[in-house]
């Protein structure tokens, strides 16, 4: 059996990348509108590997990420999630705080949590885009469902989504999200992982839509 | 003169000799299990996904799986001549890192932590260290010198010597 990972190609990844960048100009739209203040949103890469090498994209795998984990239902399933590393989520925050943003806390919840749910929200808004942008390049009706929020190193976190099926290999598409807010550059990663049954549905959705809209 | 050390990450096992270390990090619900021979210092580690090879029609590496996981360890250290009298094994993870409402009863971590005590007492290897379950992630090193076990968390916790 082969131990290949590389379950897309070269030419599907790049228009998963154009895919992306244009996802990323509707993303710095809502994401204005939430947090009333000009927003630019760069995205430096989008990377294609093995959803257990993930943590290989942070400067430090070991260190502690917020993270915002939403399922994905629909033409493809998996999990999605939205990850701010430790050292930029304060100044998120403290954005989303001028704004306004983020329920009060609610009795019995952890102060770290209640601060949090600005991160949440973030999330929420930013994976319903991107769902978009692949919906209306690929024709894929993917939603996603309730986020939760965890704060740990990034493997442990990924680890349930992928477990259930560990004896295939999966791909994850990681999207850097680069906010540049004033002077604040707050770099983020939003993953895909699409369910080992969902790849081929993918692949064929990327190779039908790459057809209708051709090569440059 | 550095000594080398041997990462695993989920589905991974590894057997080696003392004054090797073994290592593997970011363990959320998988469960990293060490066996150990005291005499010979010799032992293996395994990186746990599931409870039970049963569920996979034997699809996958023997180490995803509990079961097949700690047979396998067992089989590499009894053939270099391990013996079952000086074995101990330990293990750390299991945790549940999100608190969520999948309600279908225990999360996957309780079940692989249920798994490899249930499979140590088959095969009759004492545990003699266990850090497991809460909330966080973690990270094992095992030192083959002294069969040590030392789990870290990412602040979460102070770090266990087991």
Same mark, same amino acid.
């Given at each position: 059996?082969?131990?290949?990972?590389?379950?897309?190609?070269?030419e599907?990844i790049?228009f998963?990348?154009e895919?992306?960048?244009i996802g990323?100009?509707? @993303?710095?739209? @809502?994401?204005?509108?939430?947090?009333?203040?000009?927003?630019?949103?760069?995205?430096?890469r989008?990377?294609?590997?093995?959803? @257990?090498?993930?943590?290989?994209?942070?400067?430090?795998?070991?260190?502690?990420?917020?993270?915002?984990?939403?399922?994905?239902?629909?033409?493809i399933?998996?999990?999605?999630?939205?990850i701010?590393?430790?050292?930029?989520?304060?100044?998120?925050?403290?954005?989303?705080?001028?704004a306004?943003?983020? %329920?009060?806390k609610?009795p019995?919840?952890?102060?770290?949590?209640?601060?949090f749910?600005?991160?949440?929200?973030?999330?929420?808004?930013?994976?319903g885009?991107?769902?978009?942008?692949?919906?209306?390049?690929?024709?894929?009706n993917?939603?996603?469902?309730?986020?939760?929020?965890? %704060?740990?190193?990034?493997?442990?976190?990924l680890?349930?989504?992928?477990?259930?099926?560990?004896?295939q290999?999966?791909?994850?598409? @990681?999207v850097?999200?680069e906010?540049?807010v004033?002077?604040?550059?707050?770099?983020?990663?939003?993953?895909?992982?699409?369910?080992?049954?969902?790849?081929?549905?993918?692949?064929?959705?990327?190779?039908?839509?790459?057809?209708?809209?051709g090569s440059? | 003169?550095?000594?080398?050390?041997?990462?695993?990450?989920?589905?991974e *096992?590894?057997?080696?000799?003392?004054?090797?270390?073994?290592?593997?990090?970011? =363990?959320?619900?998988?469960v990293?299990?060490?066996?150990?021979?005291?005499?010979?210092?010799?032992? *293996?580690?395994?990186?746990?996904?599931?409870?039970?090879?049963?569920?996979?029609?034997?699809?996958?590496?023997?180490?995803?799986?509990?079961?097949?996981? =700690?047979?396998?360890?067992?089989?590499k250290?009894?053939?270099?001549g391990?013996?079952?009298?000086?074995i101990?094994?330990?293990?750390?993870?299991?945790?549940?890192?999100? =608190?969520?409402?999948?309600?279908?009863g225990?999360?996957?971590?309780?079940?692989?932590?249920?798994?490899v005590?249930? =499979?140590?007492?088959?095969?009759?290897?004492?545990?003699s260290?266990?850090?497991?379950?809460?909330?966080y992630g973690?990270?094992?090193?095992?030192y083959?010198?002294?069969?040590?076990?030392?789990?870290?968390t990412?602040?979460?916790?102070?770090?266990?010597?087991?």
């Amino acid at each position: 059996m082969s131990k290949n990972t590389q379950l897309f190609t070269e030419e599907q990844i790049d228009f998963l990348r154009e895919m992306m960048n244009i996802g990323a100009g509707n @993303a710095a739209t @809502a994401l204005q509108q939430l947090l009333q203040c000009p927003i630019d949103l760069i995205i430096p890469r989008v990377h294609v590997l093995p959803a @257990a090498q993930v943590s290989s994209i942070l400067d430090n795998p070991a260190s502690l990420v917020a993270c915002v984990r939403m399922g994905m239902v629909g033409d493809i399933d998996g999990a999605m999630f939205f990850i701010v590393p430790e050292e930029y989520t304060k100044k998120l925050i403290s954005i989303a705080e001028k704004a306004q943003l983020g %329920i009060s806390k609610l009795p019995g919840q952890k102060h770290e949590e209640g601060d949090f749910s600005a991160v949440v929200e973030i999330g929420n808004i930013l994976s319903g885009v991107y769902l978009t942008a692949i919906h209306d390049f690929c024709g894929l009706n993917i939603y996603h469902t309730i986020p939760v929020l965890a %704060i740990d190193m990034i493997q442990p976190l990924l680890d349930e989504a992928l477990v259930k099926t560990s004896f295939q290999i999966q791909t994850a598409i @990681a999207v850097e999200n680069e906010l540049v807010v004033e002077e604040h550059h707050i770099r983020t990663l939003l993953l895909i992982i699409p369910s080992p049954e969902s790849i081929k549905p993918m692949i064929d959705a990327l190779g039908q839509a790459k057809k209708a809209y051709g090569s440059a | 003169m550095a000594q080398r050390n041997i990462t695993i990450t989920m589905g991974e *096992g590894a057997v080696t000799n003392a004054p090797q270390i073994i290592s593997s990090q970011g =363990i959320g619900s998988c469960v990293v299990v060490t066996i150990y021979d005291r005499f010979k210092k010799m032992g *293996g580690m395994a990186h746990i996904m599931l409870p039970d090879s049963n569920s996979a029609n034997g699809r996958g590496s023997p180490y995803h799986y509990a079961d097949t996981a =700690i047979v396998t360890l067992l089989g590499k250290l009894y053939s270099r001549g391990a013996l079952l009298q000086d074995i101990v094994a330990k293990m750390a993870g299991g945790a549940q890192m999100f =608190i969520c409402s999948n309600g279908s009863g225990p999360g996957i971590g309780k079940q692989n932590i249920s798994s490899v005590r249930r =499979i140590l007492g088959r095969e009759r290897i004492p545990l003699s260290g266990e850090e497991v379950g809460g909330s966080y992630g973690r990270n094992v090193e095992f030192y083959l010198d002294s069969g040590k076990v030392i789990v870290t968390t990412a602040g979460k916790k102070e770090d266990v010597e087991l």
